[in-house]
């Protein structure tokens, strides 16, 4: 079987919190298969903090070689958002004005 990339915004109280809820929104969409390309392919989630700003080049650039040390069935990664983006995101997603609530965006490698 194959692999493919995968990145996804979700939300939570932390960077678990948001790695469950991701996890049960693709089993629910996208089935408990075990090759369904999805987050839910993964082992679990490892916050970065030693990144360049999210939505910048370099960032991109950070991205891809970070990718190059994941596998599938091993863990995502993920970075929190923060400022104006984040605050989009909360808009989006209903959560606005929640207490404790951050956004988290997480990429890896999913089976498929």
Known sequence: MGACNFSITTYGKNVNDAYERAVKDSIKYCGDDPYNGTISTTSGVRLKK????????????????????????????????????????????????????KIFYMFGWAAE
């Open 50 to 101: 030693d990144h360049p700003k999210y939505g910048t080049k370099a960032y991109y650039e950070w991205e891809e070689k970070r990718l190059d040390d994941l596998n599938k069935r091993g863990v995502c990664e993920a970075v929190e958002l923060t400022g104006v983006t984040a605050k989009r995101m909360k808009e989006s997603f209903g959560v606005k004005g929640k207490k404790g609530i």
